[in-house]
């Protein structure tokens, strides 16, 4: 491979020919890239909800506190290299061209070239952690992929605090049909004696975290919604109080209108407080949390125009939540695409159900796993029936004939959103800059 692009495309084909593997085949493998000598402190994040936001929020105040933070973020928008990250820039393309040949090189000396080689993610994962050894960052957080007991991230023993958000209803084939057995999977991120922060949004899922960390005999600092008060809605940023049994925070802003943030913001505090940085102050979580930005999460890429990374059906319901606070002098439209896997009935009767959009744009999404057009339709078609819904529709394709649809009968007042996947959100990001480009 010459290039970053070559070699990203070879990291896109290996779901054809690999498998997943043990924890300890990737602990070996990581040794053999130097991945298992980082010296900071490791922070792991798992959960549903929230988890990308958690680590934004952090980074951002592990920053403004002048430290030196690492990130590892599953997945991308648009380039895989956004997924390995050294203070706010990603790893430049000769770095990441550079460290793909060392970990494929180490894969081939470990005898996994074929029908042993890494999984797409683990190969992410060997390499990005490869690099953090290599720049030996203050902290280094890590993103699960998904769950948390056998995801490729909890190969690493040591750590120095767990952060579990909120948890729902995804990946459910994998981790469980319930609330409690998911939790459990997620869970599995623990250590002992390690602190643990967590979001206490459901009893169940609460309930057996706390149990899985006196276990581990693991302090559990929980963030629940006594704990945020005041939350003041404005034109394009959130104001709140938080109260974490440290401290208590008055007027906290977030550059954000989505409603689901600052549950995000807050666990991202009680986590930075559990690090007991000396660097790390009331001040300068304020100002984290304040110049933080998470884009696909309610970003405005054109005025009145708004990308959600909404997957699923709290997403969707948070997502809802967010459209019907905003005032809107014209009409709502939604451009709306979803992959197979998803539970996205739930997600098109909850949309359907709220009757706040004018029309919906319905869509293909270039990638193997999407609904096909004609599952969307029929689903689509029965559930405006079910509600009668007034709701037009239309159908696509593609991204790009359904987005340039909805600009184009956008008038002033109106407001578009897309959400269903950040499959979707990554495509129309990728659009939007080739246009600016040209």
């Given amino acids: ?11 896109l084909s290996i779901p054809k020919f690999a498998g997943k593997h043990t924890l300890e085949d990737t602990r070996r493998l990581l040794a053999r890239v130097g991945g298992d000598g980082i010296k900071g402190k490791i922070i792991h994040v798992a959960g549903t909800n929230g988890k990308g936001s958690v680590c934004a929020y952090l980074r951002s105040v592990l920053l403004e506190s002048g430290c030196s933070a690492g990130m590892f973020i599953s997945p991308h928008l648009e380039t ?11 790893i430049s393309p000769d770095e990441f061209l550079r ?4 970990v494929r090189e180490a894969v081939r000396q470990e005898g996994q070239d074929k029908e042993n080689h890494p999984s797409f993610f683990e190969f992410l994962f060997l390499m990005a ?8 960052p203050d902290y280094l957080i890590l993103e699960t992929g998904m769950g948390g007991r056998l995801d490729a991230t909890n190969c690493l023993l040591k750590k120095d605090l767990c952060v579990i958000t909120e948890i729902g209803y995804d990946h459910m084939q994998y981790l469980g049909d319930t609330l409690g057995e998911i939790a459990g999977e997620k869970a599995g991120i623990m250590r002992p004696g390690v602190p643990a922060v967590f979001v206490d949004k459901r009893s169940e899922s609460t309930r057996v975290l706390s149990d899985y960390a006196k276990k581990m005999e693991s302090p559990a600092i929980i963030v629940g919604k006594n704990n945020i008060l005041n939350v003041n809605i404005n034109h394009k940023t959130i104001d709140f109080s938080l109260y974490t049994g440290y401290y208590k925070y008055v007027s906290l802003s977030l550059e954000t209108i989505a409603l689901y943030q600052p549950e995000n913001a807050s666990l991202a505090v009680a986590a930075a407080e559990q690090l007991k940085d000396e660097r790390i102050s009331e001040d300068t979580i304020r100002k984290g949390l304040q110049r933080a930005s998470w884009p696909g999460r309610m970003e405005e890429v054109m005025p009145g125009v708004y990308l959600d990374g909404a997957h699923n059906e709290d997403g969707i319901e948070m997502l809802l939540a967010t459209v019907k606070s905003r005032k809107c002098a014209g009409k709502r439209f939604l451009l709306f695409g979803v992959l197979e896997d998803k539970h ?3 997600m098109i009767g909850l949309i359907t159900q ?14 193997k796993r999407s609904l096909s057009l004609a599952k969307e339709k029929e689903v689509w078609n029965r559930y405006r029936e079910k509600t009668d819904s007034s709701m037009a529709l239309s159908f696509h394709e593609n991204a790009r004939s359904a987005f340039g649809q909805l600009l184009a009968k956008k ?26 480009n040209d």
């Fill in 1 to 11: 491979m010459r290039s970053c692009q070559e070699a990203e495309e070879y990291i």
């Fill in 354 to 367: 709220s009757a706040l959009f004018h029309e919906a744009a319905v869509t293909a999404i270039d990638e």
């Fill in 411 to 436: 008038e002033s007042g109106d407001m578009v959103y897309i959400a269903g996947s950040l499959y979707l959100i990554g495509q129309i990001k990728s659009f939007l800059r080739r246009i600016q």
């Fill in 129 to 136: 952690m490869a690099y953090f050894g290599e720049k030996q």
């Fill in 344 to 346: 996205y009935e739930e």
């Fill in 99 to 102: 460290i793909f040949h060392r």
């Fill in 80 to 90: 895989m290299r956004e997924r390995i990250c050294i203070g706010n820039e990603m």
